[in-house]
Each structure stands twice: as C-alpha cells, then as structure tokens.
C-alpha cells in the first residue's frame, strides 16, 4: 500500500469539482487504488476518502468509521468498520436530516454544520467484486453521503445552509477551542 498526496482546494486542480467516472469493473488496478486510499485515509488521519481526492477521478470512496454500541456511542473497544467501495450509489434516504460538523481533508482548516440524511441505503461494488445494497445511519451515514457527493464534484462547504455555519476552530488556552465564524476570521 502506496500513500498518496492529497489535492486539496488551495490546488486549484479541477479534479475535486468535476464528476468522476464509473468503474467498469474492479480489477486489480482498483483494488491498488482502494488499498493506497485505505493507507492514505488512515495516515491523514481521516474517516473517508474519494478518488478525486487524490486526483484519479474514478468513483472509488473509502470510509472507516467506529463501530457504534446500542446508544450511538462509539463501542468501547475501538472497532472500526472499513468500507471500500466502487460506484457507490443512494438509492433511499431519509427525509429525517440532521445537522452535523464536518471536515474535509481538501479544505484545509474549515469545518462547517451540514444538514445530511440520518439514514441512506447503498448500492456499490466491493474489493472483491461483489455488488451490495446495505444501509447506514448516524455518523456512518454522514461520511458516505460525504463521500459520495466528491463522485460528483460537490464539497460539504456547498452544502452549508448558510456562511455563519462555515467556521474554523482555534485554541484560545490549553485545551480551549472555540469557533471563529468565517466571516469574523475575513475582518481585516
Ligand atoms: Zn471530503
């Protein structure tokens, strides 16, 4: 496994805004794209990656996410679950939404509140070849839609509703963060 550079938005590649093509089949050379997106991920550190986040534009995401007890809580003995998928499609979601941060490692230093599905169902091809419909809520949801919406082009700060929830985060003292709106941080 081969980590990749990350194109991030300050790149001006066009890669990240464009739409990715579908896979014709996963054959070796995707696997090696999904395995070096795996590697990448995880050195980030990350919770998902898109091909065209790394300048293939294919559509190929993968999202490793912990594992949730009964109550939404992370389960205590850190399990994750990896997800590496080809032409991964929504085919339900929930009209339910919910407002949660998000990050990008192609946007630098931003986070933003993006109103996402609290539930989706997949259809993809997985590593080994096999197409698959399964469904995600909570947390693991909001990373795939994420991911998914890269396929297309569309970065999370497209999704904000409005520009006073796009924000960065400093540290004021020692282990205190706080929110400094976009719009305060471009004064001056
Ligand atoms: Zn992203």
């Known amino acids: 496994m081969a980590q990749r550079r990350i194109v991030t938005v300050e790149d001006g590649d066009p890669v990240l805004r464009r739409p990715a093509r579908p896979v ?7 696997r090696q794209l999904m395995d070096d997106m795996v590697a990448t991920m995880r050195s980030a550190p990350g919770v998902g990656l898109a091909a065209p986040q790394i300048g293939v534009p294919q559509r190929v995401i993968v999202v490793e996410v912990p594992v949730e007890s009964g109550d939404g809580q992370p389960a205590e003995d850190g399990q994750t679950r990896l997800w590496t998928l080809a032409n991964p499609e929504i085919v ?9 941060q ?12 993006v109103p996402r599905s609290v539930a989706i169902r997949v259809r993809a091809l ?10 995600a809520r909570g947390f693991e949801a909001r990373v795939l839609q994420h991911e998914i919406d890269h396929l297309d ?5 497209d999704r904000v509703t409005s520009l006073d929830k796009l924000y960065r985060i400093e540290e004021q ?15 001056g």
């Not at 998000?102 to 986070?111: D, F, G, I, Q, R």
């Not at 003292?173 to 004064?187: F, H, I, N």
């Open 126 to 135: 997985h590593r080994n070849g096999r197409r698959e419909t399964f469904e």
């Open 153 to 157: 082009g569309i970065l999370f700060v």
């Open 24 to 30: 014709s089949r996963v054959d070796a050379a995707i």
């Open 173 to 187: 003292a020692p282990g205190q963060y706080v929110r400094v709106p976009l719009g305060v941080a471009c004064v």
């Open 102 to 113: 998000e990050a990008c490692l192609s946007v630098p230093e931003l986070y933003g509140d």
């Open 92 to 100: 339900w979601r929930s009209e339910e939404l919910e407002e949660g």
